[in-house]
């Protein structure tokens, strides 16, 4: 089959159903043995080897995009949002992640509204990364920089790449939108510099949120997995008995909303490297993909021990004394 050939009948399948096909999902068995590098291989067939991806507006460079390649972000996105479907942690199209190239200075997003265990390759929104003091000065003028794609990201005349470049997409009623996460994770982008950031719907988050009542943070010491964790201010990762404290942050009728307080409290803890936010989920950032990746599943274990500790009113951290739980808990 021509490639010409294979896209025309992807373009005909997107511009029959639209993405909002996806959302006739049929019922999904939990199968915790199932093999990510043969389902991701099946998903994203049909889409040729060395893409050339759409571009959109004057700005960037055109993305290369290769199936086979395992470390390019398009093909991460597509695997650990499955990954992270199958941890129950972003289900019902809660959640998203977004992957920063800095050496091609690029921004990966994934969609919003979208199963994400379905994301294909060209659902993908592609954003310039514009490394902070580096934008020129009449992209500033002109909204870009961080600060303008945080201001402004639904603008998708910003976009390199936006998934209503598919032909047929544009006239469907539901159109592609960038993920309401995206002035979040640009916000870990900007002050921290990270290389990818994560987000979701974690019960273990949600739950712990919710026990935590008199604080502004959820901290944990004397666990084991704590050593997975970095500890910023020295550059080397928390030890055994040192505490993890994670701020917890109000959450607001729309995501977008959340970007000041989050800003706020990266500010205030200069050390975390996630925030959590109440009734809602978690963000989870790193200096890379993969470390990203090993916070959030070390920070969702200590959530998870953390809730267990307190229903059996065992004290999380070295600092809280015995007696914290006859003072009414956390
Ligand atoms: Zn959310």
Same mark, same amino acid.
């Given at each position: 089959? #021509?490639?010409?050939?294979?896209?025309?009948?992807?373009?005909?399948?997107?511009?029959?159903?639209?993405? =909002?096909?996806?959302?006739?999902?049929?019922?999904?068995?939990?199968?915790?043995?199932?093999?990510?590098?043969?389902?991701?291989?099946?998903?994203?067939?049909?889409?040729?080897?060395?893409?050339?991806?759409?571009?959109?507006?004057? *700005?960037?460079?055109?993305?290369?995009?290769?199936?086979?390649?395992?470390?390019? &972000? %398009?093909?991460?996105?597509?695997?650990?949002?499955?990954?992270?479907?199958?941890?129950?942690?972003?289900? @019902?199209?809660?959640?998203?992640? $977004?992957?920063?190239?800095?050496?091609?200075?690029? %921004?990966?997003? +994934?969609?919003?509204?979208?199963?994400?265990?379905?994301?294909?390759?060209?659902?993908?929104?592609?954003?310039?990364?514009?490394?902070?003091?580096?934008?020129?000065?009449?992209?500033?003028?002109?909204?870009?920089?961080?600060?303008?794609?945080?201001?402004?990201?639904?603008?998708?005349?910003?976009?390199?790449? #936006? &998934?209503?470049?598919?032909?047929?997409?544009?006239?469907?009623?539901?159109?592609?939108?960038? $993920?309401?996460?995206?002035?979040?994770?640009?916000?870990?982008? =900007?002050?921290?510099?990270?290389?990818?950031?994560?987000? #979701?719907?974690?019960?273990?988050?949600?739950?712990? $949120?919710?026990?935590?009542?008199?604080?502004?943070?959820?901290? %944990?010491?004397?666990?084991?997995?704590?050593? +997975?964790?970095?500890?910023?201010?020295?550059?080397?990762?928390?030890?055994?008995?040192?505490?993890?404290?994670?701020?917890?942050?109000?959450?607001?009728?729309?995501?977008?909303?959340?970007?000041?307080?989050?800003?706020?409290? *990266?500010?205030?803890?200069?050390?975390? #490297?996630?925030?959590?936010?109440?009734?809602? @989920?978690?963000?989870?950032?790193?200096?890379?993909?993969? =470390?990203?990746?090993?916070?959030?599943?070390?920070?969702?274990?200590?959530?998870?021990?953390?809730?267990?500790?307190?229903?059996?009113?065992?004290?999380?951290?070295?600092?809280?004394?015995?007696?914290?739980?006859?003072? @009414?808990?956390?």
């Amino acid at each position: 089959m #021509t490639y010409e050939l294979e896209l025309d009948l992807k373009r005909q399948r997107v511009g029959k159903h639209g993405f =909002k096909s996806h959302n006739h999902g049929h019922n999904h068995v939990h199968n915790h043995g199932y093999d990510h590098r043969a389902e991701k291989l099946e998903r994203i067939q049909g889409v040729r080897k060395h893409d050339r991806l759409h571009k959109n507006g004057d *700005i960037g460079d055109i993305v290369e995009y290769d199936i086979e390649d395992e470390e390019h &972000p %398009i093909n991460l996105i597509c695997l650990l949002c499955k990954d992270f479907y199958y941890n129950n942690w972003v289900t @019902g199209t809660g959640g998203g992640l $977004s992957i920063r190239d800095g050496k091609k200075k690029l %921004i990966y997003l +994934a969609p919003s509204g979208v199963q994400k265990e379905k994301i294909e390759p060209n659902e993908i929104f592609i954003l310039r990364d514009y490394q902070n003091g580096e934008e020129k000065e009449n992209e500033i003028k002109r909204g870009y920089g961080y600060d303008g794609l945080i201001d402004n990201y639904k603008d998708s005349g910003k976009y390199l790449y #936006t &998934p209503n470049e598919i032909e047929g997409v544009r006239e469907l009623k539901n159109t592609y939108k960038p $993920s309401q996460c995206t002035p979040l994770f640009l916000s870990t982008f =900007k002050l921290r510099n990270s290389g990818a950031c994560i987000h #979701t719907h974690s019960q273990n988050a949600v739950l712990i $949120s919710l026990l935590i009542k008199k604080q502004n943070y959820f901290r %944990i010491s004397h666990i084991e997995q704590i050593k +997975a964790i970095p500890f910023l201010k020295e550059k080397r990762n928390l030890r055994f008995d040192e505490n993890l404290v994670i701020p917890i942050i109000d959450n607001k009728n729309f995501e977008e909303d959340l970007t000041d307080s989050l800003q706020e409290a *990266i500010e205030r803890f200069p050390n975390t #490297t996630a925030v959590l936010v109440k009734r809602h @989920g978690i963000y989870v950032w790193g200096e890379d993909i993969w =470390k990203a990746k090993i916070y959030n599943e070390a920070i969702d274990y200590l959530l998870e021990i953390g809730i267990k500790m307190i229903q059996n009113r065992i004290p999380l951290s070295s600092e809280d004394g015995e007696d914290v739980y006859d003072k @009414g808990g956390y």
